[in-house]
């Protein structure tokens, strides 16, 4: 099978695909009440999105019945100011275009609670044209246990002025962690969170 690189931005696109479903969701999920049933949803049309999606791993795939995901949670989803950094690193994430810087950092988050406190840097892909869409791979204790050991991505939607919601109920695995062939950006060890993250896709067994 022909190498696939996989852009950050697929599930923004998947977002468009499944507009109406987005109707009760929101492409920033987390602004509104948090409510397990819309992320159970999502779940439900992304796995239906990846068996038809002609670039997915999963297409057309009659064994594929399902992700496999953490139970959601409202200890998972955080709110931040976004504390931007104005000269942001350009880091080289794609393993097929080595030596060309493909991500920018623009910024970063706080995450904190009760008992945990760690920052999370906001990546730039340098062909995204949106000044709203963000990408955020990130690694965490969870990874090798009951994630997926390379770690997980998220993508975010940041409006000017406003905070960002950051929900790990939405983390999702790249598609290299389905099928080898699939060329799938780096995450960068800026990202690597100090707890571990039980929320989003878990390791998908093979």
Known sequence: MKVKPVVFFSFIAFAIILGTLFSVIKLTPGLNEFNPGDIISFRKSKNQFLNQKIDSPFYKDLKFDSLSYYAPDKKAVFRSDVYKISDGEELDLMPDRTGYPSHKVIGYAVLESETWRDTLFLLKDLEEKSDSNFFVPFTDLSNGKGSYGGGRYLDLVIKPGKQVVIDFNFAYNPYCAYKPEFVCP??????KL??????????YPK
């Not at 780096?186 to 990202?191: C, E, L, Q, T, Y």
């Open 194 to 203: 100090s707890k571990a993250v039980e929320a989003g896709e878990k390791n």
């Open 186 to 191: 780096k995450i960068p060890g800026i990202n």
